[in-house]
């Protein structure tokens, strides 16, 4: 099936620095992503929809200067947390919808990546 | 509004034993219905899904049937392993791709 890679797995930063995520789509291309927060022992929470040549939507409560939202390209969108904070610290997972037929659509994750911010 | 509510963890069972996972939802519309798998330090694998009701999703010894009656799509397996040990989402998807995720629901399988 269809893999969607997320880079780097594992970062830690220190409070006031900026991150960047990256979420690629390896065998297909979509032209919308999604970035799902988790947090330890909880769901995940849906953050924001990633729009190929358009801004992004972002859910009722994110702060869209804070999580700085670009796709790129076809297979790439980024996230960049802006001016980190320990309570950033998470588990960030993006997804992305691969078009089998029609107006069918599988939806493939990313492995996550783990933010520990100091 | 949609959600998704499902059984509290963490489950601890013996290996061989009969698993059951509670998943009820609320949904405006006519969702699919979703159990995802994640593992130790991963992300989410699709497991199974349900398209419509009384369509039973199948996959490694797991179903789940869509049951729009009750509103609910319950996990079952009738012989875990120990490899099964996981957490376990339900998650439903209306249209536009969005998905809205169950809180998980840890399971540990001892041998």
């Known amino acids: 099936g269809a893999v969607v890679s997320q880079h780097p797995s594992r970062v830690i930063c220190k409070s006031g620095t900026s991150v960047k995520i990256e979420c690629r789509s390896l065998?297909?291309?979509?032209?919308?992503m999604f970035w799902y927060r988790q947090f330890p022992k909880q769901s995940l929470m849906l953050m924001a929809t990633?729009?190929?040549?358009?801004?992004?939507?972002?859910e009722q409560g994110v702060e869209k200067d804070k999580f700085l939202i670009n796709h790129a390209s076809l297979t790439l969108s980024t996230l960049t947390v802006t001016s980190a904070h320990p309570e950033d610290s998470s588990f960030y997972i993006c997804?992305?919808?691969?078009?089998?037929?029609?107006?069918?659509?599988?939806?493939?994750f990313g492995p996550g990546t783990r933010l520990t911010v100091t | 509004g949609n959600s998704v509510t499902q059984m509290e963890g963490p489950v601890t069972l013996s290996e061989e034993a009969f698993l059951t996972i509670n998943c009820t939802y609320t949904?405006?519309?006519?969702?699919?219905l979703f159990w995802y798998v994640q593992y130790p330090g991963e992300g989410l694998q699709l497991l199974l899904k349900?398209?419509?009701?009384?369509d039973k999703g199948s996959n490694k010894g797991f179903e789940a049937t869509y049951r729009k009656e009750t509103t609910s799509f319950h996990l079952e397996k009738g012989s875990v392993q120990v490899s099964d040990s996981a957490v376990y989402f339900c998650?439903?998807?209306?249209?536009?791709?969005?998905?809205?995720f169950g809180t998980g629901t840890s399971l540990t399988v001892i041998p």
């Open positions: 997804s992305a919808p691969d078009r089998l037929a029609g107006d069918l659509y599988e939806q493939y």
């Open positions: 065998d297909f291309q979509a032209t919308t």
């Open positions: 990633s729009n190929e040549g358009s801004k992004a939507t972002y």
């Open positions: 949904a405006t519309g006519y969702p699919s």
């Open positions: 349900a398209t419509k009701a009384d």
């Open positions: 998650a439903l998807r209306l249209t536009g791709n969005q998905f809205y």
